[in-house]
């Protein structure tokens, strides 16, 4: 596995978006302040031409958003890039992104939600780390909350340890200024799917956004089997972030991805808390994912601080990874192996 090297103070932060940009007045104020916050914290920041555009749900053209990423990839001067937003169309730029240019210029990759769709591909087709972390708006608050502090501890080289939170936010609060912090109203409880008081579990991490892995599947951008074939020896661990899927749909993709023999080397499966819990016939999310992975006799993770319903960890895709759990608590650790 190829790790990038890890930003310094006054290093330069590229940020590009290359699935939805940002226009409405809340998002830039966001975006202004997430300028801010990380100028405050020693470094500079790039920005391409698209993150202030947006247009039929993308930045620009599938063409352009690739060729903007593409540059910052190609600026000596920039050290990480990261992700303006997610949004919903960010496959079509993989057609024109030509990924030998991440190859010759490696650099940390950074978003969430849909930026799977490069962050999974990078990993699993050229064995180049990426982080499944807080797309550049989500660092917009006033008062970085923990989980963004730990993010960018672990793009300076200097976390990797993460320890569950003790609360989370269950129901998104309308903003005002676009700077508010998390709303943080329930308590955090790790569960397993077997109801063990006690989990734990290492191996070679790789997921993300279950919504854009389900569409990666069975395309040319989909080398997941080479990709656990190479690291058979460590294990893998799964981790995957609901954001839209039915239970129904949960239903289908776990059972394609289980007959398509990706879980042949698991060693246990991370999922974090759903976005959404919708359902045709009632079915809950555990119900769904015990249906398909029930029989694995896998250790499986259920509502972990991953994805979409902050707060998140974050998460080094590719890294050696130990994972435990205990009494609704859990603790990732990274080795760069």
Same mark, same amino acid.
């Given at each position: 596995?190829?790790?990038?090297?890890?930003?310094?103070?006054?290093?330069?932060?590229?940020?590009?978006?290359?699935?939805?940009?940002?226009?409405?007045?809340?998002?830039?104020?966001?975006?202004?302040?997430?300028?801010?916050?990380?100028?405050?914290?020693?470094?500079?920041?790039?920005?391409?031409?698209?993150?202030?555009?947006?247009?039929?749900?993308?930045?620009?053209?599938?063409?352009?958003?690739?060729?903007?990423?593409?540059?910052?990839?190609?600026?000596?001067?920039?050290?990480?890039?990261?992700?303006?937003?997610?949004?919903?169309?960010?496959?079509?730029?993989?057609?024109?992104?030509?990924?030998?240019?991440?190859?010759?210029?490696? $650099?940390?990759?950074?978003?969430?939600?849909?930026?799977?769709?490069?962050?999974?591909?990078?990993?699993?087709?050229?064995?180049?780390?990426?982080?499944?972390?807080?797309?550049?708006?989500?660092?917009?608050?006033?008062?970085?909350?923990?989980?963004?502090? #730990?993010?960018?501890?672990?793009?300076?080289?200097?976390?990797?340890?993460?320890?569950?939170?003790?609360?989370?936010?269950?129901?998104?609060?309308?903003?005002?200024?676009?700077?508010?912090?998390?709303?943080?109203?329930?308590?955090?409880?790790?569960?397993?799917?077997?109801?063990?008081?006690?989990?734990?579990?290492?191996?070679?991490?790789?997921?993300?956004?279950?919504?854009?892995?389900?569409?990666?599947?069975?395309?040319?951008?989909? $080398?997941?089997?080479?990709?656990?074939?190479?690291?058979?020896?460590?294990?893998?661990?799964?981790?995957?972030? #609901?954001?839209?899927?039915?239970?129904?749909?949960?239903?289908?993709?776990?059972?394609?991805?289980?007959?398509?023999?990706?879980?042949?080397?698991?060693?246990?499966?991370?999922?974090?808390?759903?976005?959404? #819990?919708?359902?045709?016939?009632?079915?809950?999310?555990?119900?769904?994912? $015990?249906?398909?992975?029930?029989?694995?006799?896998?250790?499986?993770?259920?509502?972990?601080?991953?994805?979409?319903?902050?707060?998140?960890?974050?998460?080094?895709?590719?890294?050696?990874?130990?994972?435990?759990?205990?009494?609704?608590?859990?603790?990732?650790?990274?080795?760069?192996?």
């Amino acid at each position: 596995m190829i790790y990038p090297e890890f930003i310094r103070k006054e290093d330069t932060i590229g940020v590009s978006a290359p699935s939805s940009g940002l226009t409405e007045p809340l998002r830039i104020n966001t975006l202004n302040n997430a300028i801010k916050k990380f100028e405050e914290k020693g470094y500079k920041i790039l920005l391409t031409p698209n993150v202030r555009k947006n247009e039929d749900g993308v930045s620009s053209s599938a063409y352009i958003r690739s060729l903007e990423l593409a540059s910052l990839y190609q600026k000596e001067e920039v050290k990480a890039i990261i992700c303006a937003t997610g949004g919903e169309f960010l496959l079509e730029m993989l057609t024109f992104f030509d990924f030998s240019i991440v190859q010759k210029n490696i $650099k940390w990759l950074q978003g969430y939600s849909d930026p799977t769709g490069l962050l999974f591909t990078i990993t699993t087709n050229l064995d180049i780390a990426t982080i499944y972390g807080s797309n550049f708006v989500g660092f917009g608050m006033d008062i970085w909350h923990e989980s963004l502090e #730990n993010n960018l501890d672990i793009l300076e080289g200097n976390l990797f340890v993460q320890k569950s939170f003790p609360e989370y936010e269950s129901m998104r609060v309308d903003m005002i200024t676009g700077r508010e912090e998390y709303h943080l109203d329930a308590s955090v409880y790790w569960k397993t799917l077997n109801h063990e008081k006690e989990v734990s579990f290492k191996g070679r991490i790789i997921g993300g956004c279950i919504d854009i892995i389900t569409e990666l599947f069975g395309t040319r951008f989909d $080398k997941t089997k080479e990709f656990i074939e190479k690291y058979r020896e460590d294990g893998i661990i799964w981790y995957f972030d #609901n954001c839209e899927l039915s239970t129904e749909d949960m239903v289908r993709t776990l059972w394609k991805f289980k007959d398509n023999g990706w879980f042949k080397y698991a060693q246990g499966i991370i999922f974090g808390r759903s976005a959404t #819990n919708y359902s045709n016939k009632g079915m809950m999310m555990e119900d769904a994912i $015990k249906r398909v992975l029930g029989d694995l006799e896998l250790p499986i993770i259920l509502d972990a601080d991953i994805g979409h319903v902050p707060p998140r960890m974050t998460i080094i895709n590719g890294a050696y990874t130990v994972v435990s759990c205990k009494d609704g608590k859990g603790t990732l650790k990274f080795e760069l192996k």
